[in-house]
Structure formats: C-alpha cells, structure tokens
C-alpha cells in the first residue's frame, strides 16, 4: 500500500544553520504531497504542499519540491531559527485520506 | 472562532474501563476525523466521516467506535482499554472528504491505559 518514509530524528542545528528532512514516498498514481508541523503542545498544521510533479511548495521560508522520478519531496529551509523547533511530519492524499511518514523531530539551539 | 476542541487534554485509565473522547468543530465542516499518534509511527486514521450521518472505518479501527453526533461533534469511544491503546489522540475536521489539504487539527487528548 502508499506509504511515506521520512528521516530519522531528532536532528539538531544551530540557528541560521540549512536544514533538510528527507521524504520518499511510494504510491499508486499521483498523490498530492504535503509537510505538517507540529509545535509543542499543539495540533498538526499544514506547512506547505504540491500537487503535481515538478511543483514547488513554500511558506514561512520553507521549500519541498515534488519529484516523482525520485518519489521525493524533501523538506528545506535556508537558514534556521530557535522557533521553528518542532516535529515534521511528511504526508500524501490519496482516496481522499492522508497518509503520514513518522515525523521528524527538529531543535534549533540559539 | 475555536477551529477544532478537544476534550480532556489528559486522561489515564485502568485496563478494561471505557471512555469517550470529545471533538467538536464550529467551522461549519463537513467531514471530520479521529487519528491516534504514537512514538515513531506518525499518524494513522482510526474513523472518519465523510458527512454528518456517515461514518467509516480507518487504518486503524480495532477496539473504537465514534459517534457523529450532529455536524460539530464527533466522538471516539473506547469500550474497554487496553495498554496497546496509550496513544495521543487527534480530532481533525475539513470542509469536506476531498479536501484532505484543508484539515484543520485539535490539540490532541493524550491518553494512558495502565
């Protein structure tokens, strides 16, 4: 069945340091993709998504571009800050339900 | 506007007792949904419903029922707890099943079955 891997965590960076959450995904047809964050303490939020191949996702500094010859849609951001500590999940739609990878914890250290 | 509430934040159970988890959404959505999240497993869908009127089992539904009680509300019941039901829970609602991009979140019940 569809299913969403994504890296392992916790990953710890410095501020303004680059950041990458690898996703692969494996699924039937063309799913939409999307990234979750999670704060602590809170509900899931949707960060970003793409809906076909080759499109681009962005928010709050934020970038995942869907890559279907890869089935990836890696997570990145430039440059770090203390308060985009939180975990990331990675997901797809597919039969109108969202299928989640196990998330990715993220601490950014001042 | 609340978006989706969830009642209790906490709770801790016995082995064998029951409960119900409450969800509630003032978005005027039409599907909702029930996950369970648990350490290194992301989210996995329990129960949905598509519609006020109708519901369906998810991923993971041994061991739950859930009730839409009307369009706001959409409770999840544990008949008897298990252990293997220590989980936190998280309600969800979108304006409708395929929709799945626009999911709004709950701030999860986390719950502990000893």
């Known amino acids: 069945g569809d299913s969403v891997t994504q890296m392992e965590g916790p990953v710890t960076l410095s501020e303004e340091a680059f950041l990458t959450i690898n996703c692969t995904y494996t699924?039937?047809?063309?799913?939409?993709l999307f990234w979750y964050v999670q704060y602590p303490g809170e509900g899931l939020q949707l960060l970003l998504k793409a809906t076909k191949a080759d499109d681009k996702g962005s928010n709050k500094g934020f970038e995942a571009t869907y890559r279907k010859e890869t089935t990836s849609f890696h997570l990145e951001k430039g440059s770090v800050q203390v308060s985009d500590s939180a975990v990331y999940f990675c997901?797809?739609?597919?039969?109108?339900?969202?299928?989640f990878g196990q998330g990715t914890e993220l601490s950014v250290k001042p | 506007n609340a978006g989706v509430t969830q009642t209790p934040k906490f709770q801790v159970l016995k082995t064998g007792q029951s409960m119900t988890l409450q969800c509630a959404q003032d978005m005027n959505h039409n599907s909702m949904y029930w996950y369970r999240q648990d350490p290194g497993m992301g989210l996995r869908l329990i129960y949905y419903?598509?519609?006020?009127?109708?519901?369906d089992k998810g991923e993971v539904p041994n061991g739950y029922n859930v009730s839409r009680l009307n369009k706001r509300e959409f409770s999840l019941r544990l008949e008897s707890a298990a252990p293997s039901q220590t989980s936190v829970y998280f309600c969800?609602?979108?304006?409708?099943?395929?929709?799945?991009?626009?999911?709004?979140f709950g701030p999860g019940t986390r719950l502990t079955v000893l």
């Open positions: 969800a609602s979108s304006i409708r099943q395929d929709r799945v991009d626009e999911q709004f």
């Open positions: 419903s598509a519609s006020e009127g109708t519901t």
């Open positions: 699924a039937t047809g063309y799913p939409s």
């Open positions: 997901a797809l739609s597919q039969g109108g339900k969202l299928i």
